[in-house]
């Protein structure tokens, strides 16, 4: 198992878009970093209440992750949607195939690989983010809170990863990367759509087709969670997050909906392994 994360590593490096997600990671880092000093700078944080300052930097932290979450979905995307028919086009799949190994266990190592690396990235950017506001406008983060946001912003990257493989084994890889933006973006819009919903006036259709897309691929839904728990759960979130327009929240997702996302995901990978198993390479 070992030797195929090593491998997966060994050909994310090989791609160009790992180098490219890699520079704008760095890109967005600094600009923000900057960005964040700035504002501080001409908002007056140090010179505000407390609980205005507070307030401010909440606001940052939702802007922050909220972007935060475009590059985790841009590394899986394009590390993951050629994972299996574009490994059978160059012929490098049919080769590893051949070992002795039952395929499931290859498609389940190659997952691996792939989640290992995804998650020391989306760790990085995460800590990255949270340490930039923290000591820039000095927002109070306890270890608990983070620690729980953090598990959950790495889940949704993971959740996207086992949609995307199960995609690479039916589709070819322009169309797998194409159908997985596709319902990622249904997601953020199904996320954008509930912020405005706390205003009112949004029609019952459109609330019924919210919840089933977001059903399909609740990547906003873990995200939103994770945002929750990072902002210090029911004692301050609500501050930040309750009139912020489409950024706000009218609803956390609750515990057995994470426990559906474990699920989900469980059903996704036993789907692909089965493909995968009976695919004609």
């Not at 600009?31 to 964040?36: K, M, T």
């Not at 070992?99 to 290859?106: G, H, Q, T």
Request: glycine share 8%; net charge neutral.
């Amino acid at each position: 198992m070992t030797m195929y994360i090593a491998v997966t590593f060994k050909e994310l490096t090989r791609k160009r878009v790992f180098l490219v997600t890699l520079i704008v990671t760095f890109v967005f880092l600094a600009l923000f970093a900057i960005g964040v000093h700035e504002m501080a700078g001409i908002a007056g944080l140090d010179t505000t209440s407390p609980a205005e300052r507070l307030l401010n930097s909440m606001v940052l932290m939702v802007l922050g992750l909220f972007f935060a979450q475009f590059l985790a979905a841009f590394f899986v995307l394009f590390s993951a949607m050629g994972t299996v028919t574009g490994e059978q086009e160059n012929g490098l799949l049919l080769a590893v195939a051949a070992r002795a190994i039952p395929r499931w266990k290859l498609y389940l190592a190659k997952w691996l690989g792939h989640a290992v690396w995804i998650t020391a990235f989306n760790t990085v950017l995460f800590v990255a983010i949270v340490w930039t506001i923290h000591s820039q406008v000095h927002l109070p983060v306890l270890a608990g809170d983070l620690l729980r946001g953090l598990g959950l912003f790495l889940w949704m990257p993971l959740l996207l990863l086992t949609l995307t493989m199960l995609g690479s084994v039916y589709l070819p890889m322009l169309g797998n990367g194409i159908c997985a933006a596709l319902l990622y973006g249904f997601s953020l819009f199904n996320g954008l759509v509930e912020g405005i919903a706390v205003y009112g006036n949004i029609p019952p259709a459109v609330e019924k087709f919210v919840f089933l897309t977001g059903l399909l691929l609740p990547t906003d839904s873990v995200y939103r969670r994770s945002l929750y728990e990072v902002l210090g759960g029911a004692d301050w979130a609500g501050m930040a997050i309750s009139d912020m327009g489409p950024f706000s929240m009218s609803s956390i997702p609750s515990n057995m909906f994470l426990l559906y996302t474990a699920g989900y995901a469980i059903v996704l990978l036993l789907l692909g392994c089965r493909a995968f198993s009976r695919k004609d390479l």
